[in-house]
């Protein structure tokens, strides 16, 4: 599938679809406008550009420019909207309190059918009438706040998938609902109490000596109040402050005043905000509470690959791994069926059980259908061909691979709950337009390209070496 077309196909809510809840559209609006703008899809910066003409950056554009734009943009964020909305399933419900189909309401709130603007100083919303009139917007699309908020010229940004998916993880209205199945947002000081040794690594040295001394003090007298039933992690009293004061003395860390020590606990607690259960098994920036740029958090490692790369990767060794074992079974499959046909066949029965011997010679040794022919005992290239023909061999076998790769991925796309079965037909369509194109790519162009070699031909596809491996195994 096109990867551009993230740009003009906006997941949105669907209550109809029973099992998922959310479907695929194509926005045509959005579509026409980027195939016009990226006719061949090969600019070296086509979010750039989009975000250039949505934010106003570029002079003597129309408005309508300017919304089809961020119609793109709020199709590409949908995307990992849904994903946030699916991993919190994954980490919260697994007493299944709840589903993301609860979440959805929430942030997937775009179904791409307006046209929305920003005004000049990108604060408020706007949507474009049919006339080009623009006017205040009813109701407020999180697809376009993520949007407003985003940086694309920051030195410091991160990309826009990991925005979209951090804003959506953070969406007020959505932790609220958590919190109200037992997934409470902790205070600062809770936050600080909770931080453990392995997180101080993460500080500065003075930092580390402040939360430290915070601990001695605060954890001390959390241990007395729970023997009094005190669950709550009040604000650190005055007389708390002031031991803590003493104690980063004699540390030799100077803070002034009890109003400097809270002021530097709560800056502590806003790096540690950023390592919370919302994000702590993503490689997500963070903000830098005096800056206000974005840089990786530096608690992961350095190589760590974002979101998308990693679901990324993993799909592509799922894919490779379901490949190898349905293109084995195809090819014993086909080449068994072959052989019963054979046997089958009055005229070519006495070549049945030389067929194996014959698909070595053509695939280990080279061998042309010529020159095989005398080697099995055929009397010509054309019955040779009739008993072989490894071109038909080779398209059955990839019809057969086809459907079973097919079959393998819908099975483990219902078990993630991303269709059901059977599936839309739009869903089946575009699926099997990837299954083609994949498979061609990793084996069946290479290996029909083997077969119009000719002479001299050199067979070390993937196609080749797996079927040479079955044939030594039979025999």
Known sequence: MDASSRY???????????????KHDVVSLARDFFKQEFPHHQHDNVEGSLFSYFHGSISAIDVHTVAFAGLCLRCYVSNPILKACRKIDNLFSTDRQFTYRDLLPFVLDDDGQQLILLEQDSTNQLVLDKNG????VSYNFFS???LQTYNPNSQYRMSLDNWAYLQTKQHPELKKFLSEHGFQHLSDWALLNRVRSKQLLVLSQRDRHIVEVFHSVYRRDRQQQRSQHTRRCPDPSSIQLKEMLMRLQERQVIVNTTVELMKELRQIA???RQYDIW???EPLEIQDPETGSYQLRVDLPSNSVDEVD???KELLEFLQKQLQLALKEAIAQEVQANITKLTKSKKYEPFAQKLISGLQLYYAQGLSLKDIAPKLGMTSWDQARRVLNPGELLNKVRILTEKQLLDRILKKAEEKGFTKLPPEPDY???LTEYVQAFLDQEVFTE???EIRAGKNRSMKSAYAQQLLQYLDQCS
């Open 279 to 281: 994000s702590y098994r």
């Open 270 to 272: 806003i790096q540690f």
């Open 310 to 312: 990693l679901e990324h």
């Open 144 to 146: 376009v706040k993520i």
């Open 133 to 136: 009139k623009a006017s205040t």
């Open 447 to 449: 290996a029909a390209e």
């Open 8 to 22: 003009w196909k906006i997941w949105r809510i669907n209550p109809s679809c029973e099992r998922l809840g959310y």
């Open 428 to 430: 089946l369509r575009n």
